[in-house]
């Protein structure tokens, strides 16, 4: 079931990417980062809501709820470069280059997560930066 979530969430990305562009056009992206953080605030909380998990958030220890702050924290400074990035330049470029973030997992995974490394991770890490270059060229 991962995989078609996976699937999901980059068709989903995709979109965003093109709506946001849309968007984006004659307003400051920090503006239209803030628009766009509201509304997954909300989606995110109703779907906590209706699920009936909002008894979940007892269950947060401080390690939990001081990774999530990161992420948090590193999300919306990547929608803020990606929507500043956004406004001035073509999505079809910026996308490509704000999807190296998969590289950056494989580093950053490697690295600080243990995880194991073989060659299929190596060349499929190298044909994702390859093709990234050929797009923006």
């Given at each position: 079931?991962?995989?078609?979530?996976?699937?999901?969430?980059a068709?989903?990305?995709?979109?965003?990417?093109?709506?946001?562009?849309?968007?984006?056009?004659?307003?400051?992206?920090?503006?239209?980062?803030a628009?766009?953080?509201?509304?997954?605030?909300f989606?995110?909380?109703?779907?906590?809501?209706?699920?009936?998990?909002?008894?979940?958030?007892?269950?947060?220890?401080?390690?939990?709820?001081?990774?999530?702050?990161?992420?948090?924290?590193?999300?919306?400074?990547?929608?803020?470069?990606?929507?500043?990035?956004?406004?001035?330049?073509?999505?079809?470029?910026?996308?490509?280059?704000?999807?190296?973030?998969?590289?950056?997992?494989?580093?950053?995974?490697?690295?600080?997560l243990?995880?194991?490394?073989?060659?299929?991770?190596?060349?499929?890490?190298?044909?994702?930066?390859?093709?990234t270059f050929?797009?923006?060229?």
């Amino acid at each position: 079931m991962w995989k078609l979530y996976a699937i999901l969430s980059a068709v989903f990305a995709a979109l965003t990417a093109i709506l946001a562009k849309v968007g984006v056009k004659g307003i400051s992206g920090n503006v239209a980062t803030a628009i766009r953080t509201v509304i997954v605030l909300f989606m995110a909380w109703g779907i906590v809501l209706l699920s009936g998990e909002l008894g979940n958030v007892k269950e947060i220890s401080k390690r939990n709820l001081f990774f999530l702050i990161a992420s948090g924290v590193a999300t919306g400074l990547s929608w803020i470069f990606y929507f500043r990035a956004l406004e001035t330049g073509p999505v079809s470029k910026v996308a490509p280059i704000d999807k190296l973030s998969i590289v950056f997992v494989i580093l950053f995974s490697l690295v600080l997560l243990k995880e194991p490394f073989d060659l299929k991770l190596l060349i499929g890490g190298a044909l994702i930066v390859a093709g990234t270059f050929v797009l923006i060229m």
